[in-house]
């Protein structure tokens, strides 16, 4: 048993210096979801401003209108088309003639990325008490500002644990990138599987997202405690010093 | 001062104003009172234009704002005009005194440090100077509202309009609020004021006016308004809440 198992992990590890394959493929994982996350925070803000722009102001202009029309098609497409096809299409055709990994892959699961955080940040949006807007226009602020300098820093705090855990979604769906040749984890767990003719590398490609995915949850939870208390505190003078509450 | 002819505003099919005639003079305090869903609120709202009237005209200092319904004169026209809510509306994510620098800083009307300034002689004088890093939540109601009328008050507005400003409050705190106001009316600034609260209205009102289905059905000096009020509607109202 024991002996198994020190075979496995020198199968996969140790062997051809196979833990640089290891590192790389996590390095890959890590740097798509953190860009992907990057983009789809981007795209999904401006999504959800127009589209609540669109379905709250009494008579939208016609940019408005244009722009609403276009980031509905562009959620349709996200939503309609499975992940698998969509990495597909961004590997094989649409950036066919790169092969800059990070960046299909990044591209790929931002775009994807922007389309479910434009539904949660119109959420934040949405539940941000209308008496906030009133309080801003009545002080002669305009649209913009009021949206700018008083809903939007509400609506993204409340979505910040929302983001936590796009964040570690998306860091089990980059997996999906395999199909696309791009070199993250799971596709050099896969590689390695396929040279070690055991299941070793699977059953460890498993456990280290399990391990990732436990410790981001935590990480989201602690966030979660930590904002609930935030509002009901003095200002910190300066960020040395006493830690506020 | 606030000139207002023959204003109505509809929701849909709902005719919420049905022509309202009213002149409020400079300095003049107007106290508005009446059973729920009479229009209160909406005409309050009419007035800064955070409802758009239906028809008619609202002058504001030999300028009918009444067609404004955006840009720079709808924005401009708000500044003159404060508004303090019955649920404060204070900004959570910014401490006290941010909330009252944020609008006069955003719109240039005063620089950072100047703006602070005017927030802390404002806090100062409400006694809560000591309360101007804190955040809203850690304030009681009463220290709230107070806070929300000096926000008001930073963008130096020429009208106050008080919209149940002590409806939500604890009893033991609506006096802080009140005294607030008394302060504000002494020193000679326009207001109405919606308010529940008689005492108020006979002390500090030039004038009550009553409100029932969206016209004012009477109004008077509030001596008059409360020992001989004329119509059925008014009476049975006062008999109610008194
Ligand atoms: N935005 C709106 N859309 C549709 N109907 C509205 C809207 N605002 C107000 N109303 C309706 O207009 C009527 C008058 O409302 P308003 O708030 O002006 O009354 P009020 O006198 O202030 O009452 P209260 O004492 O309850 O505050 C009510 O029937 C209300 O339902
Ligand atoms: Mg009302």
């Excluded at chain 1, 002996?3 to 996590?26: H, K, Q, Y």
């Excluded at chain 1, 299409?89 to 299909?104: D, E, G, K, M, Q």
């Excluded at chain 2, 955006?70 to 924005?75: A, D, E, I, T």
């Excluded at chain 2, 204070?90 to 620098?101: A, C, D, M, Q, R």
């Amino acid at each position: 048993m024991v002996e198994t198992v020190v075979r496995a992990v020198n199968n996969a590890f140790i062997a051809e210096d196979r833990w640089r394959l290891w590192l790389s493929g996590l390095e890959m994982t890590l740097l798509i979801t953190f860009f992907a996350l990057l983009m789809g925070l981007v795209v999904g803000l401006f999504v959800s401003v127009i589209r609540v722009s669109h379905d709250t102001l009494e008579k939208p202009n016609l940019t408005i209108r244009i722009l609403n029309r276009i980031v509905s098609i562009y959620v349709s497409i996200v939503r309609g088309i499975p992940v698998i096809v969509q990495v597909l299409l961004w590997s094989f055709v649409i950036l066919a003639t790169s092969r800059n990994h990070l960046l299909i892959g990044s591209l790929a699961f931002g775009f994807n990325s922007g389309a479910y955080v434009s539904e949660v940040f119109r959420g934040g949006i949405l539940s941000i008490d209308k008496g906030q807007t009133e309080a801003g226009r009545s002080l002669g602020l305009g649209y913009v500002q009021t949206m700018i300098k008083i809903i939007l820093p509400q609506a993204i705090k409340n979505c910040l644990p929302a983001f936590g855990n796009e964040f570690i979604s998306l860091l089990k769906e980059t997996s999906v990138a395999s199909v696309g040749a791009i070199t993250e984890l799971t596709h050099v767990a896969n590689i390695i599987r396929g040279r070690t003719f055991d299941p070793g590398p699977l059953f460890f490609v498993a456990t280290i997202y399990l391990i990732l995915v436990l410790f981001l949850e935590f990480l989201v939870k602690k966030m979660e405690k930590k904002l609930s208390k935030s509002d009901r505190r003095v200002k910190p003078i300066k960020r040395k010093g006493l830690r506020s509450n | 001062m606030i000139s207002v002819k023959g204003l109505t505003k509809d929701f849909g099919d709902i005719k919420v104003l049905r022509g309202i005639d009213e002149t409020i003079l400079q300095g003049e305090k107007v106290v508005v009172i009446g059973p729920s869903g009479g229009g209160k609120s909406t005409f309050l709202r009419c007035l800064n234009l955070m409802e758009f009237p239906t028809s008619g005209e609202i002058w504001f200092e030999n300028e009918d704002v009444s067609s404004y319904r955006k840009g720079h004169l709808l924005n401009a026209h708000r500044q003159r005009m404060g508004m303090v809510f019955q649920h404060f509306n204070l900004f959570p994510h910014l401490s006290v005194e941010e909330n009252i620098t944020l609008s006069p800083v955003t719109l240039k009307k005063a620089s950072k440090k100047q703006a602070l300034e005017t927030a802390h002689r404002l806090l100062d004088r409400i006694g809560l100077i000591d309360k101007a890093k804190n955040y809203p939540a850690t304030l009681s109601g009463g220290q709230k509202q107070r806070v929300a009328i000096v926000r008001a008050l930073a963008m130096e507005p020429s009208v106050m309009l008080f919209d149940e400003p002590t409806s939500a409050l604890d009893p033991e705190m609506v006096g802080e609020v009140l005294d607030l106001m008394k302060d504000l009316a002494h020193e000679g600034m326009t207001m109405v004021v919606v308010t529940h609260e008689m005492g108020f209205a006979r002390e500090v009102g030039h004038r009550v006016l009553f409100m029932d289905e969206g016209v004012i059905v009477e109004q008077n000096k509030p001596e008059a308004f409360f020992n001989n009020p004329q119509s059925a509607r008014l009476q049975d109202f006062l008999a109610k809440v008194v």
